[in-house]
């Protein structure tokens, strides 16, 4: 026969087990703060190893992003979109052929609900291996540079960040691959990193000429001749901003940073555009960027900025997902609600539902009062 305190573990678990809802939701009631209590969300990633034939650094560097070997990856990463920014990442390492070569250049808003501090942390426990960095994106660097926009989250600072990685990021990363945390790699992010950027071009991305690239500019622009003259001299293109490749030696050297920075002073006395971050790129760069295979940006899969209905793939081959638009695979499915593509997505979510952390949280009730328990007896 079992001793008394034991006997009375045993059956506590029995009921735990049969029970859950009911009993032990109301037994593990232990206050956690805002910064322990998101750990508890994420499963670790598995441990992503490197290939055979992959580089080997040549030479001993003082700051680890300086490493020439490595392939670099600049995203924001805030609480808003930290479901999406996790997936990223995973999707990025899986499917690379050397993900010990991937380092993260991620940036973080400085007066972010969860801190930078905590978002670090966070990062570090699902990715233990991970090669990063987080940079404080102070928003008062762009806050007054930001017009009203169609949709209020294209009015977030963070959006605004890639238009300083090259003063952020350390001096020796002389390319970086820019991505929305919206997205999902689905092929060796390697092949993207070696997309060829020629002659006096900054930026190599995915390029639709065939796009209405009108819309993306108000009458007042059009009827301005000074102002629609700026595609004069060449032939506009849109390109989406979510996915970039981009030469940060030449980003620095002509000093586009300021060039993006006109355009948006010029915004702010003379409305000229509706959508955010993405029309100064395009008024810069439009026309001007290094194309590569549309596979590497299949956006577009978050619906139109308003109402974010469901939309299917374009024709052709895919290496990147790209849920652009208003509709988020993690909400839609959190919602019972997703679009036939977000299952694609799902994959990749290291996010812990709540039944998955409702057991987790009974074993771990259970599991400590019968270890304590059984300590008491030995």
Known sequence: MLPLRLSAVVSSLILCFLFPPLLCLGIRSFPTTADDGAFFHYSEAPEYRNGAGCPVSSTRVSLPSCDPSLVHIAMTLDSGYLRG???????????????????????????????????TRLVG?????????????????????????????????????????????????SRVIYLDSDVVVVDDVGKLWRAPITRERVIAAPEYCHANFTKYFTDEFWNDPLLSRVFSTRKPCY?????????????????????????????????????????????????????????????????????????????????????????????????????????????????????????????GFSSSILVGYAHDLL
């Open 85 to 119: 920014s996790i997936a990223a990442v995973n999707s990025v390492l899986r499917h690379s052929s050397c993900p010990e070569n991937v380092f993260f250049h991620f940036i973080a808003a400085e007066f972010d609900p969860a801190s930078p501090r905590v978002l």
């Open 125 to 173: 426990s699902i990715f233990p291996s991970l090669n990063f960095k987080v940079y404080i994106f102070r928003e008062d660097t762009v806050i007054n540079l930001i017009s009203s926009s169609i949709r209020q989250a294209l009015e977030n600072p963070l959006n605004y960040a890639r238009n300083y990685l090259g003063d952020m990021l350390d001096a020796c990363v």
């Open 239 to 363: 390109f989406n901003t979510g996915v970039m490749v981009m030469d940060l030696a030449k980003w620095r050297e002509g000093n586009y940073r300021r060039k993006i920075e006109n355009w948006m002073e010029l915004q702010r006395k003379k409305r000229i555009y509706e959508l955010g971050s993405l029309p100064p790129f395009l008024l810069v760069f439009g026309g001007n960027v290094e194309a590569i295979d549309h596979r590497w940006n299949q956006h577009g899969l978050g619906g139109d900025n308003l109402n974010g209905v469901c939309r299917s793939l374009h024709p052709g081959p895919v290496s990147l997902l790209h849920w652009s638009g208003k509709g988020k695979p993690w909400v839609r499915l959190d919602e019972k609600k997703p679009c036939p593509l977000d299952s694609l997505w799902e994959p990749y979510d290291l996010y812990k539902q709540v039944k998955d952390r409702v057991r987790d949280q009974n074993w």
